[in-house]
């Protein structure tokens, strides 16, 4: 169960309303009515709670699993214990979502503006917002309807956030045109100079970075991720997509939308990224490259080159992945031949 | 000396004190009642001056070096000059640590609640807290005796933090449960939703993240370092372990006691590491791994397998330390030989 | 154009003072006195516009570009459409650094203490300075002339800093000393504790540290950038060195003048650098190293090894870079091969 000292849950739901809830259907012939009160990790659950399984390393957990009623691949289904309800679906991450939502519907925070925010006389909130203690917002800047702006947030002058979103605490944005329905998580640093300089032996000299940071709707940025405004042109991050935290996103970059970006990946200036690009933990890419539209980087790839969309790249340098795994196999036996001769 | 401007020290200590302090014994007959006055380094130390060797690279600074008195592994002795006491000890670095705490001993803070800082009405603040500039601590929030919470702090609703713990400037802490002793430095960020989405081609599904952060007693965590929430377990950080600046923890992961893990690592979801896992800079470890006790992890490996207790791996991807080596001299070998062939 | 909500354009120019002020000659028989109201990347540029072309990748868009001027290479300007008048120089980028900057002088900004900033009793402000909202000057901070200190950031008991300096939003200094003319961006952390434990199995025990960070002038750093103040030595970022964001430096490291260091790379402790140093994105290096004056680094290098003055190394480890490249395209033909031969 979650922690009452920071959750607090709702339902209880039917079977029925779950399978509802979640897309998912139930199998075999068990009781609609039967209510559940929670949703669980598998090897945490009881009989009150939902729980899924989405991930064959945990098969073991699933087949132990005390869980009431699960969501669960039709094909894993005959793995589970005698007592479990199964609610059988394709995509049980995805209907778990769903389910634990309901559970744990947003909590609509009341309209506030904390007497120690500081808000600019320009400055022109919408409707239901809440600003938290310490919360600095500049001259003109704008902002929807029903924000959460955390405590000690730094929205510079001009910065427009649209409606229901929500800045952690501590983050700073300037030079930004946020659209509606983002989270920014805490830390996070978004519009400030892009790293240009025309570099010189005398010393480098800094080149005014004038363009904006253009967040669209639906985005998540993760807790401390940096996000460069643009030198002339912006930055742009597509609609509906998800970045980790620790990410750096350099001046004039433009990510297309549902582009996954994970956490402590780089992306080097002025690269174009196609949509529902994937780019794995720790990647690096270099500037000026276009990334096709679905392309899956791996972990802690190094992409030198332009990819093209749908492709799978993975290394440092980052080659197709069948090539990549063939070159560390290859290695790995000549290493392997070389010890043998007692070299 | 250290900057009287930011430090100041206690002393001086007698030859015999240090031997004491330290638990190193003092090599050959030597005034014990000599006095040192500060901590130095070999090679801006003068006579009295406490330094140490711990390093082979610094023998020759060690062999040149004004220090009246060292600390010393009784192997490496024989170079020091000829002016200088001896304090002979199994572990230099160990010793000297004991040395400067002596030196420079922390400094109890005055308890104090600035005004400007806004502490929630249902909070809890333990005796002798100092609550800095601009801090904001949530409702139902509690801090133990003794705390030390940085300026523009935000701790969210709920939160728990044990005694004698210290919050950098500007750190952000919410659904977290903090033992005793913490240290945490500036700009850190514990407790933010995990990256937790049902991907898909319509748009990413937004995953509740419904457990907490653990933090366990005398855990440091290093600047601007970030640390996910559980999805419904949680995340812990064992007791003793010291995690350096820009590291990103993801949800579910469990780091036992004493673990170690440098700058800019990342461990993916659900990853559980043992006891004293040593973990190097920029390393990436992929989610739902076993990573045994005491195992060692170089910098900048990518691990995608299971790391045996005890194991030292490197590499990306990670293999046994002695193989990854073979490898790189078996392909600068090939590498080497075509170029002979004049290819 | 620049996004007036966040940027005032000035000018006009004509072309005869671009090329004065960027150091450019004319070429043909133009009009000197045509005049341009603003810059624009070369897609985006009309006929009042200057624009540059300083990277062979966007040649074709030079081609096709409806800029009415540009600073080009004379090697490239046979490309150029024929009514776009050009701007010839050897250092493009250079070139339209100062025209950037003519057009979009930085503004003064106004001298102003917040009244919600918290400033130390003790503390000196240089006069001109602002102070943004929730600032926190600790005591006997020093602060030079015309300095712009941004929202909530927090200065630590004893900082100096020089005249001319930009500390964005939410950024936390201690224990360092900052030049002249010295920009840090939001969320930077500089001066905390470095990573000095003396490691054990009973536990690891935290090392004092001493030291300080010393920021030389016309230094800039990047968002959520981590500099640890050094052990007992001092952590120094030389003069003019550029740093981006996410990058950690640790303690008792030593840039020389002119260094860059791009996004997320990394250098372990006491290593020593020399004047105009350059590593690449994601680079490691290790502890206690010697990187030789204008080295260079490539992106994601892991570096073990001192490197010479001059040298450019590549990969992890980090070899000279021919052979870094002659190791990859071995490894694949290798592949090839194996792939060749049915295996």
């Given at each position: 169960m979650a922690d009452p000292r920071f959750y607090s849950v709702t339902g209880p739901f039917t079977l029925e309303a779950l399978a509802e809830i979640s897309g998912a259907r139930v199998a075999?012939?068990?009781?609609?009515d039967a209510t559940f009160t929670d949703v669980a990790s598998l090897n945490t659950a009881g009989p009150a709670d939902v729980s899924f399984l989405d991930?064959?390393?945990y098969i073991d957990d699933f087949a132990k699993s005390k869980a009431g009623a699960c969501l669960v691949h039709p094909d894993l289904?005959?793995?589970?214990?005698?007592s479990m309800a199964l609610l059988l679906t394709e995509n049980p991450y995805h209907a778990y979502a769903w389910v634990a939502r309901s559970f744990y519907s947003a909590v609509a925070v009341a309209a506030f503006v904390a007497p120690s925010a500081v808000v600019g006389e320009t400055a022109i909130l919408g409707a239901g917002c809440r600003i938290e203690a310490g919360a600095v917002i500049g001259e003109r800047t704008e902002i929807g309807r029903r924000c959460h702006i955390g405590a000690n947030v730094v929205l510079g002058d001009g910065v427009v956030v649209g409606d229901d979103c929500e800045i952690g605490a501590n983050a700073s944005l300037m030079y930004c045109i946020v659209g509606r329905g983002v989270i920014m998580h805490a830390g996070v640093c978004i519009g400030?100079?892009?790293?240009?300089f025309a570099l010189g032996p005398q010393g480098h000299l800094k080149v005014p970075q004038l363009g904006r940071v253009i967040v669209e709707d639906d985005v998540e940025i993760g807790a401390n991720t940096t996000i460069d405004r643009g030198t002339g042109p912006d930055t742009v991050i597509g609609a509906g997509s998800k970045i980790d935290n620790l990410v750096q996103i350099a001046h004039n970059v433009q990510l297309g939308r549902g582009c996954i970006v994970v956490a402590q990946g780089g992306i080097a200036g002025s690269t174009i990224a196609g949509d529902f690009v994937m780019i794995g933990g720790q990647v690096g890419v270099a500037g000026h490259l276009r990334i096709g539209a679905g392309a899956r980087i791996g972990g802690q790839s190094g992409v030198m080159r332009d990819v093209e969309a749908g492709a799978t790249v993975i290394g440092s340098?980052?080659?197709?992945a069948t090539e990549h795994w063939r070159q560390v196999a290859t290695l790995a036996n000549l290493s392997q031949k070389g010890r043998m001769k007692g070299k």
């Open positions: 075999g012939e068990v009781n609609l991930n064959k390393h289904a005959a793995k589970a214990p005698p400030q100079d892009g790293f240009g340098p980052a080659v197709p």
